[in-house]
């Protein structure tokens, strides 16, 4: 098994950076350049028109490996694998549409926020009966560290799971503020999810797990600071409809509360800064949010932003392997 995990990762890094080299120049040509937000740090502005929807080379690349390596568990009738990935691209799609609009308009602002959240709680909600429908979830909640195991009422845990899949893709939409900052945070997350499935015996998932820890290790050749092109909302949904798809076809998404941590932080912070924005008339908790930006205007370069993050990242994705580790007795 590990030979194949170690074939996943090295296969889709590989293919990722090919791709790269071959996307980039057209994302080039065709003009595919990004807009940056005027009240984003004033330093960002130099990034104009750095190539955007550059996570199409990762999602292909996960999308090859992970059909590809997984067709003897298709043919064992298990479709995990299928599911996570054509959930992720469904909301890459919704992605790569934003993106599009905001390339034609030449600026930043795609589909209105209205518009998203019903694209991607249609699409939540569409996953988690597709999960039920074969048997891979339950409308009961796993506590991680406490193993123990909470009956929620099929309606409730329905509602409970959609809002918390449209949550977590933004979450990591958010996240993803400045050169390799997603990609870097993300990296320990596929890390996590190939190990505790290979742990659990799910073959595929732990597969789908490397492929994508692979390529965003191949991304990061083009995503990290000078960012030569961005993921854009197409790869930036794209990750976060694969976490939190994986984290419930593993049926334990309460693990995202540590697991994500880095995410939640994120939005919290920008979800903070509004509401006390809002509530004092002006004044700002955070010099700028998210946080990733408020540690720049304290003087963070970028460099030091993504080590730090990514670290903090791989140390829960450590937390949260201790934490559901002995589910099934192991």
């Not at 595919?32 to 937000?37: C, L, T």
């Not at 191949?218 to 994986?246: E, I």
């Not at 998404?253 to 809002?278: C, H, N, R």
């Not at 304290?298 to 670290?311: D, H, L, M």
Request: glycine letters at 10%.
């Amino acid at each position: 098994m590990i030979m194949k995990l170690a074939m996943a990762f090295i296969m889709s890094l590989i293919l990722t950076a090919l791709i790269g080299t071959v996307l980039v120049p057209i994302l080039r040509r065709i003009k595919a350049g990004q807009s940056i937000k005027k009240d984003g740090p004033s330093w960002h502005m130099s990034k104009q028109g750095t190539p955007t929807m550059g996570g199409l080379m990762f999602i292909i690349a996960i999308g090859v490996v992970t059909f590809v390596m997984g067709i003897p568990s298709i043919k064992e009738g298990d479709f995990r694998h299928i599911f996570v990935f054509v959930f992720a691209l469904v909301y890459a799609a919704i992605g790569f549409l934003d993106d599009f609009e905001k390339i034609m308009k030449k600026q930043n602002t795609g589909l209105t926020a209205k518009q998203k959240f019903l694209l991607q709680l249609v699409v939540a909600i569409a996953f988690i009966f597709l999960l039920r429908r074969y048997g891979y979830l339950s409308p009961n909640l796993y506590v991680p560290f406490f193993e123990i195991t909470i009956p929620i009422a099929e309606p409730l845990y329905f509602i409970f799971a959609a809002f918390v899949m449209v949550g977590c893709v933004n979450a990591v939409n958010i996240t993803d503020g400045i050169d390799g900052l997603a990609t870097g945070v993300s990296i320990p997350v596929a890390v996590f999810f190939m190990a505790i499935s290979t742990t659990w015996g799910y073959e595929s998932l732990g597969i789908s797990g490397a492929a994508t820890a692979g390529a965003l290790v191949g991304f990061l050749f083009f995503n990290f600071h000078p960012a030569k092109v961005f993921m854009g909302d197409t790869g930036s949904l794209f990750l976060g409809g694969l976490v939190c798809a994986m984290a419930f076809a593993l049926d334990m998404p309460l693990i995202l509360v540590t697991l994500g941590i880095v995410y939640i932080v994120e939005t919290l912070s920008d979800i903070i800064q509004v509401a006390y924005f809002k509530a004092t008339h002006g004044k700002r908790i955070f010099k700028m949010a998210p946080i990733h930006h408020h540690f720049e205007m304290c003087g963070w370069n970028e460099e030091k932003i993504f080590t730090v993050f990514t670290t903090v990242s791989a140390i829960f994705a450590i937390i949260s392997y201790l934490a559901v580790y002995g589910r099934y007795g192991i």
